[in-house]
T-cell receptor, first 112, second 114 residues
Framework: AQSVAQPEDQVNVAEGNPLTVKCTYSVSGNPYLFWYVQYPNRGLQFLLKYITGDNLVKGSYGFEAEFNKSQTSFHLKKPSALVSDSALYFCASQGQGGKLIFGQGTELSVKP | EAGVTQSPTHLIKTRGQQATLRCSPISGHTSVYWYQQALGLGLQFLLWYDEGEERNRGNFPPRFSGRQFPNYSSELNVNALELEDSALYLC?????????????FGPGTRLLVL
């Protein structure tokens, strides 16, 4: 069965430092992978996606993600974190029949 | 361009009642998806509608149902509400079918069942 895992419930980073939010996937065939961000009491905002092509995907707000097929990972990265990046981040995989399969989410906290 | 909209933003019901949640997709989008975000359970797929037809449903009981209207807006109905139905219900839309398409989400409806 297809699955997505985010091994860290919480990531703490100092403002200005690089950040990484980890995601691994288990998918048969070619994976379609997504990152979304959720601010408190809000819906999900799309950040970026990997469908095919370049393993380094650039997205909104300076975020990027690296697709690694051998490690079945799709980690989200940003070179310099902002306090305003503090939010809940979800990795997702496109499953059968329209559904997105989400990881459990990682709470990112960026301290000044 | 307006995004996905949902109404109401909050809904309070008592156990056994029915709840109706509404979603309007991005203009031009024909597919609508519903997800439940319950505390401790994460984001779970509920339903997918495309061109007025239910295309897929997740592992939820039949009291969760919905429909899609000719203008592609959608309604989620939850009958015989239970306490554990309390959650944030998110709607998303895509231009066509889901393959390779980004699902854009609305702000959600927070349902509280007392």
């Amino acid at each position: 069965a297809q699955s997505v895992a985010q091994p860290e419930d919480q990531v703490n980073v100092a403002e200005g430092n690089p950040l990484t939010v980890k995601c691994t996937y288990s998918v048969s065939g070619n994976p379609y992978l997504f990152w979304y961000v959720q601010y408190p009491n809000r819906g999900l905002q799309f950040l970026l996606k990997y469908i095919t092509g370049d393993n380094l995907v650039k997205g909104s707000y300076g975020f990027e993600a690296e697709f690694n097929k051998s490690q079945t990972s799709f980690h989200l990265k940003k070179p310099s974190a902002l306090v305003s990046d503090s939010a809940l981040y979800f990795c997702a995989s496109q499953g059968q029949g329209g559904k997105l399969i989400f990881g459990q989410g990682t709470e990112l906290s960026v301290k000044p | 361009e307006a995004g996905v909209t949902q109404s109401p933003t909050h809904l309070i019901k008592t156990r056994g009642q029915q709840a109706t949640l509404r979603c309007s997709p991005i203009s031009g989008h024909t597919s609508v998806y519903w997800y439940q975000q319950a505390l401790g359970l994460g984001l779970q797929f509920l339903l997918w509608y495309d061109e007025g037809e239910e295309r897929n449903r997740g592992n939820f009981p039949p009291r969760f149902s919905g429909r899609q209207f000719p203008n592609y807006s959608s309604e989620l109905n939850v009958n015989a509400l239970e306490l554990e139905d309390s959650a944030l219900y998110l709607c998303a839309s895509t231009l066509g079918g889901p393959r390779e398409e980004t699902q854009y989400f609305g702000p959600g409806t927070r349902l509280l069942v007392l």
